[in-house]
């Protein structure tokens, strides 16, 4: 029987122990980290819209897509990029207004960062670090500055490239071509030196020093500079640390294992691949200026330089949380070893302020040992033959892109394939041996091996069975991590690369929008709920597999978690399969998928909806097949059983109103799902309700003995007992808090409820969206892993109006018409800003807004609008502001075309009001006047009381003095 890693270290949670002594929490490991979703071809601003449908459907992290632009002809009149991002053009240029991204602009990017982190969830950006976007020779390309950042080692006059030509910092070819690195038995293949589908090589060896995002012109280290690209720019200070700041020194402990040189393919030379084998080395980084970005100074640094400068600022200002590494068998391994696992040690800050090495994974398509041996760096279960500090050091993994092809290899088989094939296809089992979640990032389809599509065109939506959604069931509920693709379809695309489809119901309806299907957000949450302990395989052929998840108790004792049951079939029916458990005799276990109780799935109640372990601790388990006993197809070909947990039901006391589901006409990718309830006062409660998870029980003793809870990212002492009640080193509810305002279990007592409640300061929370998570536990022996509900809600705290304003151009020149004015949002709750010319009086002005004076958002916080109809003299301009919840503000704006007879806006604002006056006093009596405005306002030859008096009165509509 194979047994899976031991884990010898074991942390206690904090414990909140009442007048029976239950402990908070049980022991714990980390085996099984919330799984990732895969998240593409979604604008960063529809991502933020839709947080709370991610955050209830239970996902940890998320891996998005390349956030930097693609290649977009400088002379176009378009200069937003449509670039799916995998050909990058400028890695510090994550879009502006008027020059974005496919995905939208450096704001709206880091504004879904802070809305995933308020969510709880770690963020991984797709990163390229192998090429630049497509080899472009001509004279034209180089005179227009070439690629930023990257020396082409330019000629004087200027010429064309040609394979033999000097490229800098990029790879060149031979009197034959270019080299390439996508067919292995190809006269020019060069693994780590030719173009990947044409796109321009990066010879990270390279060693030309520049300042390569210059500040000021006349530097001789100064990159080369063309038309429109690598200019001296002041704004590029930015993009540098602050030596006044000081720098980290990082102790890298180098690395090696058994992997040596090799030529790839039949050329040797620069085609060779290293050993891996890089010594210790000392590495400096500097520190970046939050508080003052300007007082970044550059420096001279080479190509690989500038790509470490790109992530340490992607960490440490975009605060990004890891990293996808594409192509990384492309890429020699001594820049991972010897510099790039250096730039990010210890250079993420967790929720409760530690700093830690973000995780990253790469895409290595190779075999299973090439990678290990070569890219992994991270402790695993390898003894021999590697450095163990070397891997202690790293936090780099590879995707399990073998594991995930035998997977697709089965869903693909119609029932004829086998699982045995799948087990020995899995990365994890390379290390040790064993399939413990040690190494490799597990999935089964992804942007390059989708569901349908070719890459050429917008792929078709798949089928269920495309979807293979019993292959995610075995996925999501094994050890280790694990991804669930969704590509969200809302970037237009008319040519160039299209990521492939993934699962339209990742986010837990159809690929409309429009219907609900938890299939796999069920799958999900169970990995969450149950999914401790190590995997221990009980059945496997070639149809069915049947693991169980269980905790070592110590002498060879297990104590069982969850028992999961997978069937590849497409014929009718069901498979019964008797197996051993490690639970109790008699342990009463439950279906947590929902199959079993799915009339679709099982029209003859067929499938157990509960078992009983019998006496000598087997259990029969009826695995249902993809079509129902009626042959009908239902592609839920999976169970779960584990023993009963709570039931309950979550609310916010103190919440009246809800933010509506968004109505159809919202595009599906942004449409969002789920009601949000709406607090407005100072204060609310979380208030969970249990019931027993059994509802047969004739006790309680199996009921919830406890309940925690978390708002965002968690490590704040809401509970007001004076700490946080359960800390980082607890790896099932880190920054959770205990119940304090009522905490009344069930477990063992008399009770048909459980009742936790907790009273909230809302004055704590900033206005906008914020997210519950409230975990009730089953009551276990001290000695087993935690088996819990969790119940999930997002909340809107509305306590204050949205705040905005408009930028008053004022005065404009005479005869000017038309004018495009611009508004700023000043917090993050502001949904929509309507402008409005020369309103009709009314007692309402907000009851004015509507679809046709709509103002356009621009970018995360700035708004504009094309105002027809000015005239000579005094115009107004209404601005109305709105949040999600319907709360709006109005303002009136005073706008002169031609000179104004006075300016009652004395201190240059925007806004005439009561601030211009109190501005007015202080400059009278001797104060700063920054606006420069006259303070004799009624031009009467003296500053005193009475230009007081007459700005009030033209504040107040009189006419001017």
């Known amino acids: 029987m194979e047994f899976a890693m031991r884990k010898t270290t074991w942390l206690m949670a904090a414990a909140f122990v009442t007048a029976i002594g239950a402990p908070a929490l049980a022991q714990i490991s980390n085996e099984s980290p919330a799984p990732t979703l895969q998240w593409f071809e979604c604008p960063w601003a529809d991502m933020e819209h839709r947080m709370s449908d991610y955050f209830l459907a239970g996902y940890g992290s998320v891996w998005v897509p390349p956030v930097s632009r693609g290649y977009q002809d400088p002379t176009a009149s378009n200069q937003n990029s449509s670039s799916a991002g995998y050909d990058v053009f400028d890695r510090f240029d994550l879009g502006k207004p008027g020059a974005t991204t496919a995905f939208g602009t450096e704001a709206t990017f880091d504004a879904v960062v802070a809305e995933f982190h308020r ?77 990947l589908v044409a796109l321009c090589d990066i010879d990270q060896a390279s060693n030309f020093m520049f300042i390569r995002q210059p500040t000021v012109a006349g530097n001789p280290q100064n990159l080369p500079g063309g038309t429109y690209f690598n200019n001296p720019n002041p704004d590029n200070a930015r993009f540098y640390p602050d030596p006044t700041l000081g720098t980290d020194t990082i102790n890298n402990p180098g690395m090696f294992s058994g992997a040596g040189s090799y030529v790839a393919g039949v050329n040797s030379g620069q085609c060779t691949v290293p050993a891996r084998s890089v010594a210790a080395s000392q590495f400096t980084a500097g520190r970046f200026n939050l508080a003052n ?42 820049f991972f070893d010897g510099f790039w696992d250096a730039a990010v040690y210890n250079r993420r800050v967790t929720p409760d302020g530690r700093l830690v090495t973000p995780f990253s994974f790469g895409e290595s398509v190779d075999s299973n040992d090439f990678g290990f041996d070569r890219y992994i760096r991270k402790p695993n279960g390898r003894t021999s033959g590697r450095s163990t500090a070397g891997d202690a050091f790293g936090n780099r993994d590879l995707l399990d892109l073998n594991g995930a092809g035998a997977l697709r290899d089965l869903v693909n088989a119609n029932g004829l394939g086998s699982w045995n094939n799948v087990l020995g296809a899995m990365m994890d089992n390379t290390d040790d041996g064993f399939l413990n979640g040690s190494i490799g990032v597990a999935h089964v389809y992804s942007h390059d091996n989708g569901t349908t599509g070719d890459g050429n065109s917008y792929p078709p939506t798949p089928t269920n069975k495309q979807q293979g959604w019993f292959a995610h069931a075995f996925m999501l509920m094994r050890p280790g991590h694990s991804v669930v693709y969704h590509n969200a379809r809302g970037i237009a695309r008319s040519g160039g690369f299209f990521p492939r489809q993934g699962l339209p119901v990742a986010l837990g309806v159809d690929g409309n929008n429009t219907t609900p299907n938890p299939v796999i957000t069920n799958l999900v949450q169970l990995n969450n709920e149950l999914g401790r302990g190590e995997y221990q395989p009980r059945w496997v052929d070639g149809d069915v597999i049947i693991y169980e998840r269980s905790t070592p108790l110590g002498g060879g004792a297990y104590s069982a978690n969850c028992i999961v049951g997978v069937n590849d079939r497409f014929d009718s029916g069901y498979d019964s399969r008797t197996v051993q458990t490690t639970f109790p005799a008699g342990t009463k276990l439950f279906e947590y998928t929902g199959n079993a109780t799915d009339a679709t799935v099982d029209p003859n109640n067929d499938i157990f909806d509960t078992i009983t372990v019998a006496a000598n601790g087997t259990a029969t388990i009826r695995v249902p097949r993809n079509l129902n006993a009626n042959g009908v197809e239902h592609d839920k070909s999976f169970v779960v059983y584990a023993p009963a947990i709570p039931s309950g039901s979550l609310a916010i006391g103190g919440s009246a109103t809800s933010i509506a589901p968004d109505p159809a006409s919202v595009p599906p990718w942004r449409r969002r799902r789920n009601a949000v309830p709406i607090v407005t006062g100072d204060s609310f409660e979380i208030q969970l309700t249990t019931t027993n998870g059994d509802p047969t029980a004739v006790n309680n003793n199996n009921a919830d003995d406890n309940a925690l809870f978390r708002i965002d990212g968690g490590f704040t002492d809401w509970n007001g007992n004076g700490s946080v009640d359960v800390g980082y080193q607890n790896d099932v509810a880190p920054g959770y808090e205990n119940f304090v305002t009522q905490r009344q279990p069930l477990y063992n007592s008399s009770n048909t409820q459980g009742i936790y ?119 107004t301009v209404l601005l109305c502001a709105f949040e999600d919840s319907g709360r709006g503000i109005y303002q009136y704006y005073t706008v002169f075309v031609g000179t104004p007879p006075c300016d009652p806006d004395v201190n240059q604002d925007g806004v005439t009001d009561q601030g211009d006056v109190d501005y007015l006093i202080n400059v009278i009596a001797g104060g700063p006047n920054p606006s420069g405005i006259d303070p004799d306002f009624n031009q009467d030859g003296v500053a005193d009381q009475g230009d007081i008096d007459s700005l009030i009165n033209v504040i107040a509509g009189g006419d001017c003095p």
């Open 293 to 334: 970005p300007s007082a970044g100074v550059p420096v001279a640094e080479n190509a690989t330089g500038y790509l470490l400068r790109w992530t340490q600022w992607m960490l440490d200002v975009h605060h990004v949380d890891g990293f996808r590494l594409d192509a990384i068998k492309h890429i020699p391994g001594w």
């Open 119 to 195: 969510a709880g969830t770690e963020v991984y950006i797709d990163t390229i670090l192998n090429h630049n976007s497509t080899r472009q020779t001509s004279v034209q390309f180089q005179q227009n500055g070439g690629y930023p950042g990257f020396w082409m080692a330019p000629t004087t006059p200027i010429t064309s490239k040609f394979p033999t030509s000097n490229w800098g910092d990029f790879h060149k070819g031979t009197t034959t071509g270019y080299y390439e690195s996508e067919d292995p038995g190809g006269a020019l293949y060069c693994l780590q030196g030719g173009d």
């Open 757 to 875: 409640r907790q009273t909230i300061d809302a004055s704590q929370l900033d206005d906008g969206m914020h997210y519950i998570s409230v975990l009730a536990f089953r009551h276990r022996n001290a000695n087993e892993a935690p088996i819990f509900r969790e119940f999930r809600t997002a909340v809107y705290v509305d306590r204050a109006n949205p705040q905005a304003t408009m930028i008053n151009p004022s005065p404009l020149p005479l005869g000017t018409v038309q004018y495009q004015f611009s508004a700023k949002a000043l917090d993050r709750t502001v949904s929509r800003i309507h402008l409005i010319l020369n309103p009709a009086n009314t007692s309402n002005p907000l009851s004015l807004a509507t679809n046709s004076n709509l103002a356009t958002q621009n970018d995360r916080f700035d708004w504009s609008r094309v105002l027809t109809g000015l005239a000579a003299g005094p115009n």
